[in-house]
């Protein structure tokens, strides 16, 4: 029970109610323990009053003893002495032993034993007043006593008030004899005196409660002081940052371990109330700045320690620490010095800044770094001539697609390499991303210097590489922007060298090229394309056109091929060769292609039955789309039969994936779909096509009537490969007939089943086509 009572650590609104119930009951164990046991050390606190007051006493006991001669008084005398005598060997004893703050039992021992003593000492010298009332009638006497007994009780009050059962005590055992002593006078007077000693009395418990309560309010104020200390100690010794505080004539008065430990002080020193400067002697003794020197960080500090504002200072130490002190100034015109490490902080950002202005894979900077670099030497009116060379790298695609994207970063990484080692120190080599680089070279006296440099990239990287045991061969075209010449801005000089990146590529690849004007009309002109092509899809611009295909022997039209036609409202008839790459390129294709093949079906619907429609499918729609999907829909909402619609490819789908496309393929055949080789003989042209790929028909293309006529070997060329085709159960077509004579070489070739051109018919409308084959069908009704 009374560890809890006499916990020291008690809020102080419950310590001042402890007080409150102290003072309505009179109870000492309502009070913590280390605010009672202060009670009872004020008790034994100043023993010169005790001595005092205790030789007083006996002296005037013997005086009144050697003036009446009375043997009592001399007893009372020496009876005082021994009790006082007493008294101070326990006060010295208490004075050794220094009894503790966190013992509610000893505190109270130690507290009875002062009642003890004290009561017995005023209850002697209250019987000594008493007698002297009772035994003589001596008015001397009688003041001596009384003023003795009357004085030593206001002693009383001022050294014993702290405890108020000893107050207590000490007036009940002096004011009992002393009014008696007066009564038994039989004078009104002393009478009257009696009546005044109960009020006093009164009023020194009174007195004595107040005291008491202003030593507890002492006492648990300087207990609240010490403990905020001790809180503000330990918070201030174990704050992660360091911390100092100087006052208004710049002397320490404040600093904490941490700031001993980062500022690495020695911490067996006492740093208080030295001055700033000394302070700051102390500090650049043990430590070296990497950016300034020891007086310049004294004289930058003392500099803000004297602003009126918050002010921070970031030193860099040799010790690959960064601490940021910050000075905030007080209102007492004192300064608070905080430091915090920033280490981390200061590492994490220049990463983060790094992977912002830094490409992630090759360690070159990015396209933000080559922004800032070229911007820097526009803002600073550079008169020198700088270049912009954009590099793409040729066939890369290729690697990423056989090999892995992992191969690719490592064939990058030895690309950026290269550049490196090729360029001068004087050139910023970037990476945009991809394949994409790009080098800002200072040119010292012309452009040829751009085009040696361009031609050098080119060289090295059209080198072999070996990346994880794999030959690597790829190329480079380079794209050349001059500054200010092509332009002022960062945007201009970059779309330059794209553009001129485009030519070079346009050319051929593994070249390089210089901006020319002619690039931005160009330029110009295919952002105006492709902005035309996709209002014309918007608008349902585009119109479909079918060229007959003709039985070779009859000229009967046994199918036509859907062409995609544009009629543009200001320039007229655009040409497929002209739109269509553009298309493919704008990832639009898919969507014409759909479309094309919905019209196409709708189309052959009004068409006599034996009649079917070939429709072209590009390698991208095969890439990109389903196919299948697509032609089983198309065929669906049109009613069209499946027998009906041959989907024409070219060589270039054959070129994707093999397994995919024969899938694709196989699938189209089993919903009744016939497939068609398209331009057979171009390109990558193999034999082995017709055998792995489910094909219903072969198209040869053109080129194979060139010079038929006075060329043996051409036609026997022509004619193999149409036997082999109807060998295989293929039906043979032969594109681009045009004269009488090619017809007539043809039909030399029993294999070759219909034919193609424009002999026969050029591509017309829809309308049209379907009045040619009406004209055939009513032909063929009058031959019956």
């Excluded at 409150?20 to 000492?28: I, V």
């Excluded at 430091?339 to 790094?354: G, M, N, P, S």
Aim: aromatic share 8%.
């Amino acid at each position: 029970m009374h560890k809890g009572i006499g916990s020291s650590r008690r809020p102080l609104s419950r310590v001042r109610g402890s007080m409150r119930r102290w003072f309505s009951t009179q109870d000492q164990r309502v009070l913590p323990v280390d605010i009672y046991a202060s009670s009872v050390h004020a008790l034994y606190g100043d023993s010169r009053s005790l001595f005092a007051g205790t030789i007083s006493a006996v002296a005037a006991a013997g005086v009144t003893a050697w003036k009446t001669g009375e043997l009592s008084f001399l007893a009372c005398s020496i009876a005082l002495a021994l009790i006082g005598w007493a008294r101070s060997r326990d006060m010295l004893a208490y004075s050794r032993r220094k009894p503790g703050a966190d013992s509610y039992l000893e505190a109270r021992r130690w507290e009875k034993r002062y009642i003890v003593g004290s009561g017995a000492f005023v209850a002697i010298l209250s019987l000594w007043c008493f007698l002297t009332f009772a035994l003589t009638d001596d008015p001397a006497v009688h003041l001596i006593s009384f003023s003795m007994s009357l004085a030593y009780l206001v002693g009383v009050t001022g050294r014993n008030f702290s405890s108020d059962q000893l107050v207590t005590t000490q007036a009940i055992c002096a004011g009992v004899p002393m009014i008696a002593g007066l009564i038994i006078q039989q004078n009104i007077y002393y009478a009257f005196l009696a009546s005044l000693l109960i009020p006093f009395f009164l009023s020194l418990r009174f007195i004595s409660a107040r005291l008491r309560k202003t030593l507890f309010d002492a006492v648990v104020a300087s207990r609240d002081v010490q403990m905020l200390a001790r809180r503000f100690d330990t918070a201030l010794n174990n704050m992660p940052h360091g911390l100092c505080m100087f006052d208004a004539d710049r002397r320490l008065l404040v600093t904490n371990r941490r700031f001993v430990e980062m500022l690495k002080l020695d911490p067996a020193l006492n740093y208080s109330k030295l001055y700033v400067r000394e302070l700051l002697q102390h500090i650049t003794a043990t430590n070296r700045f990497r950016h300034f020197s020891s007086q310049d960080f004294i004289a930058q500090f003392e500099e803000r320690i004297t602003s009126r504002h918050r002010q921070t200072l970031v030193i860099e130490c040799n010790t690959n620490t960064t601490l940021e002190l910050t000075l905030q100034p007080m209102d007492n015109g004192g300064c608070v010095v905080l430091a915090e490490d920033v280490t981390e902080q200061r590492q994490a950002a220049e990463k983060i800044e790094h992977l912002a202005r830094y490409d992630a894979l090759t360690g070159l900077p990015n396209r933000i770094f080559f922004q800032e670099e070229m911007e820097r030497l526009i803002a600073n009116g550079s008169r020198q001539h700088h270049a912009v060379l954009f590099i793409d790298l040729d066939q890369f695609k290729k690697v990423n697609d056989t090999l892995g994207h992992p191969f690719g970063d490592a064939l990058l990484c030895q690309v950026a390499d290269r550049l490196q080692r090729t360029l001068s120190p004087s050139s910023i080599v970037a990476r945009f991303g991809g394949d994409e680089f790009v080098v800002l070279q200072p040119l010292l006296h012309s452009k040829i210097e751009a085009a040696q440099t361009a031609e050098r990239i080119i060289r090295t990287l059209s080198e072999i590489y070996d990346v994880n045991g794999h030959q690597i061969v790829i190329g480079a075209s380079v794209g050349i922007g001059v500054m200010p010449e092509d332009g002022n801005t960062f945007e201009q000089i970059l779309k330059c060298a794209d553009m001129a990146l485009y030519r070079a590529k346009a050319d051929g690849r593994g070249a390089c090229r210089f901006f020319e004007h002619d690039m931005d009309e160009k330029a110009q002109m295919r952002r105006t394309l492709e902005l035309d092509i996709r209002n014309a899809l918007a608008q349902n611009e585009f119109e479909i056109y079918f060229q007959p295909i003709v039985d070779i022997k009859t000229g009967r039209t046994m199918a036509c091929e859907a062409l995609l036609r544009w009629p543009h409202p200001t320039r007229g008839m655009v040409h497929p060769q002209e739109f269509i790459p553009v298309a493919e390129e704008m990832g639009l294709i898919t969507e014409l292609g759909t479309w094309v093949l919905h019209k196409a079906c709708r189309e052959c619907t009004a068409w006599p039955e034996h009649i079917s429609v070939a429709v072209n499918m590009s390698a991208i729609q095969f890439r990109r789309s389903d196919i299948n999907s697509i032609v089983a829909e198309s065929l669906a909402n049109t009613g069209l039969a499946p027998d009906r619609l041959e989907i024409e490819i070219t060589e270039s789908v054959l070129l994707e994936d093999i397994v995919a496309i024969q899938q694709s393929l196989n699938k189209l055949r089993k919903q009744g779909v016939r497939i068609s080789l398209d331009d057979f003989g171009t390109g990558y042209s193999s034999l082995s096509y017709l055998r792995k790929f489910p094909l219903n028909k072969i198209k040869i293309d053109r080129s194979f009537l060139s010079g038929i006529e006075d060329d043996a070997r051409s036609m026997k060329l022509l004619h193999g490969v149409a036997r082999v085709s109807a060998d295989l159960g293929m039906s043979v077509v032969v594109e681009g007939v045009e004269t009488h004579q090619q017809l007539v070489s043809l039909l030399q070739e029993p294999s070759i089943g219909q034919v193609q051109g424009y002999l026969f018919a050029s591509a017309m409308s829809g309308p049209d086509i379907r009045g040619r084959l009406r004209k055939e069908e009513l032909a063929l009704e009058r031959v019956a």
